[in-house]
């Protein structure tokens, strides 16, 4: 079983992590850790992936990103040929401008394929964004940290119901809180 | 400290035996734990282990019930080997313990005895009042503390309602990987 080092670049639009992280899941490949920041209006993930993974198949599944996959193992290798594909951005116009109301979800549990995307999913159908994003594995224990953007008009309440409806049905424990400002 | 504390745990108490910490995830570490009555035998053996659990080692300066796999509001702390402690209690049990009092917030990070491998920042009171009941006779105690203590008690206050200090991850940078997991300068609350 490899371990490989996902990173995808592109412009933010809604969708992006629910599309990777579910087309990763997809394959049945595990993500362990990963990391998500916006630089300007382009989003940069990085994942440490587990299990086999096509590269191809992510690409298909999100043309306009530049997805590239590093083999770990083969970082070891005296002459290491890291396996990369490059892709031209599809320039889009990045979603109209709403700074809504920042919140920051947690979740843990239990190691389970697909937490991210279906978390993700739910926000997404809400025209949440998340704009930060860590996940750690530490031995069984899954956790993943967001920062959410929600649009004001968002019913907060039913969106908290979905997502503990969504953590249930995968054992997973999962909090949203309005988020503190950071400059007091 | 303050003059009125009493002694932490009953001149009675028996000796108790460590118990096994539990992992997250775990159904315990997520459910509200139930008030006790502070003169159950049972209740008071609980308390005894706790304490031995927390001595077990160096690096454990709080457990809570849940933790060791009993859901009932019982808490044990002892922060006096931290470089971060200024008033100290020693050794502390409380039973049905109740934040009443909270000031003057900080972020810090910490670590829990069940969440092995990680570390997060977490905002807490800084000055605090806690009170709560002594194991078998059941006095009410009232304390008010500072600092490092005053995380530790929060912390494990937070574990007697289910929370985790992941649940208060004020940001999605805010959650770590302990670099050093054998360095005694590790937080365990
Ligand atoms: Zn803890």
Redesign the pocket.
């Known amino acids: 079983m490899g371990l490989s080092a996902v990173t995808v670049l592109g412009i933010d639009r809604p969708g992006v992590i629910s599309e990777v992280s579910g087309a990763i899941a997809e394959q049945g490949a595990n993500i362990q850790d990963s990391t998500m920041t916006l630089l300007g209006d382009y989003v940069v993930m990085t994942l440490l992936v587990s299990g086999t993974l096509a590269a191809e198949k992510l690409r298909d599944h999100c043309p306009d990103l530049v997805i590239t996959t590093v083999e770990m193992d083969g970082l070891r290798d005296p002459a290491p040929s890291p396996r990369a594909w490059f892709r031209p951005f599809a320039r889009t116009s990045p979603g109209e401008a709403d700074d809504g109301v920042g919140f920051v979800l947690s979740v843990h549990g239990a190691d389970r394929p697909g937490i991210i995307s279906a978390v993700s999913g739910v926000l997404a159908c809400e025209r949440g964004t998340i704009t930060g994003m860590n996940s750690r594995l530490s031995g069984d224990l899954y956790v993943l940290i967001a920062d959410v953007r929600i649009p004001g008009d968002v019913d907060v309440a039913a969106l908290m119901r979905r997502l503990a409806a969504v953590g249930a049905g995968l054992g997973a424990e999962i909090t949203f809180r309005p988020a503190v400002p950071e400059l007091l | 400290m303050t003059p009125s504390r009493a002694p932490m745990t009953a001149p009675t108490a028996p000796a108790g035996t460590a118990r096994e910490v539990l992992d997250a995830p775990h159904t315990l570490l997520t459910t509200m734990a139930a008030p006790v009555d502070p003169a159950d035998p049972r209740v008071v053996e609980a308390a005894a282990d706790l304490l031995a659990t927390l001595r077990r080692a160096d690096d454990r300066l709080g457990v809570s019930a849940p ?1 060791i796999g009993l859901g009932w509001r019982l808490l044990a702390i002892d922060v006096s080997s931290h470089p971060r402690t200024r008033s100290c209690a020693g050794e502390l049990v409380l039973v049905n313990p109740r934040l009443t009092q909270a000031a003057r917030w900080e972020t810090a990070r910490e670590g ?3 969440v092995p491998g990680l570390v997060g920042e977490v905002r807490r009171a800084t000055r605090i009042t806690v009170t709560g009941q002594r194991p078998g006779d059941g006095e009410s105690l009232t304390f008010h503390t500072d600092a490092f203590e005053a995380r530790c008690l929060q ?1 494990q206050l937070d ?1 007697l309602d289910g929370v985790l200090f992941l649940d208060r991850m004020p940001t999605a940078r805010a959650v770590h990987r302990a670099r050093h997991p054998q360095s005694p300068l590790r937080h365990h ?1």
Request: glycine fraction near 0%; include cysteine.
């Open positions: 933790q829990c005895l069940s912390h574990h609350v």
